[in-house]
């Protein structure tokens, strides 16, 4: 009888896995406090108001790395809710200190790929700004198609947005900033803030990451980018 070999496609993921710089303290955080934080993909959709106990505005950042910025954010408007999406699990746990350290009441995490999460467990019309900060770049053209802008993802972030709410993207890789600029454009349902062609200037309430002045230190010009969802 003839055999008929089995393929199975890995999916394209748009991060590797790295645990350098999970530190004996950074380990006992996610032992100790992950379960409280993290919010559970096997129970349906999430219920915003049902997690955070209160109706209040929600900002979603993807690939939030040490937690800098989210950090700061999350701890400059305590009466605004926010969740943070990573896989990192160094970053993941460096969050987890901070919450702890800092006692702060509106942060929850998710820890999934992103593009797994768009697909099955956000509300539709349920996100009052979604934040991606310096997603990895993936030079290599053979990467590119790694990378997480791309138009079917467009279309999942437009629609778990709220209408006028605001997409924030930053990158320091010129031809991925065109590439978002290009596929945000065409994306049905969002505005340029810019406008049309146009990059935004640098987001006031963005803060710097270890990562930006990286890449600042390297010489690299950082595009902003901000999109509203409209009709
Ligand atoms: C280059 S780092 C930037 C980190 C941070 N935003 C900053 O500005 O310092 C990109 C981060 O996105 C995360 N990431 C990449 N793809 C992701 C995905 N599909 N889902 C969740 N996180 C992702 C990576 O783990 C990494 O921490």
Redesign the pocket.
């Known amino acids: 009888m003839e055999t008929q070999a089995v393929y199975r496609h890995k999916p394209v993921?748009?991060?590797v896995h790295?645990q350098s710089g999970l530190t004996p303290p950074r380990r006992d955080a996610l032992t100790r406090w992950l379960d409280q934080y993290q919010l559970p993909l096997d129970q349906g959709q999430l219920n915003w108001a049902r997690i955070f106990q209160r109706s209040a505005p929600l900002t979603l950042?993807?690939?939030?790395?040490?937690g800098?910025?989210f950090l700061k954010q999350a701890q400059a408007f305590p009466e605004e809710n926010f969740v943070g999406?990573?896989?990192?699990r160094p970053?993941i746990a460096a969050v987890l200190l901070e919450i702890e350290r800092k006692k702060l009441h509106n942060i929850r995490l998710i820890v999934?790929?992103?593009?797994d999460?768009f697909k099955t467990s956000l509300p539709d019309n349920s996100i009052d700004r979604i934040q991606?900060?310096?997603?990895?770049?993936w030079p290599k053209r053979r990467h590119h198609k790694r990378r997480?802008i791309q138009p079917a993802f467009c279309q999942l972030l437009r629609k778990k947005l709220k209408l006028g709410a605001h997409l924030q993207l930053?990158t320091d890789w010129e031809d991925y900033a065109q590439q978002m600029l290009g596929v945000l454009e065409a994306t049905a349902g969002f505005k340029n803030l810019a406008g049309p062609g146009h990059f935004s200037p640098r987001l006031a309430q963005r803060h710097l990451?270890?990562?930006?002045q990286r890449a600042l230190n390297l010489g690299h010009v950082i595009r902003d980018l901000q999109f509203m969802g409209i009709a």
Do not use: N, Q
Not at 61 to 66: A, C, D, N, R
Not at 112 to 115: K, S, T, W
Not at 132 to 137: E, H, K, V
């Open positions: 993921r748009s991060f790295r950042e993807i690939g939030f790395g040490m800098h910025h999406l990573e896989v990192h970053g999934a790929d992103a593009v999460v991606i900060f310096f997603p990895d770049p997480l930053a990451t270890k990562f930006e």
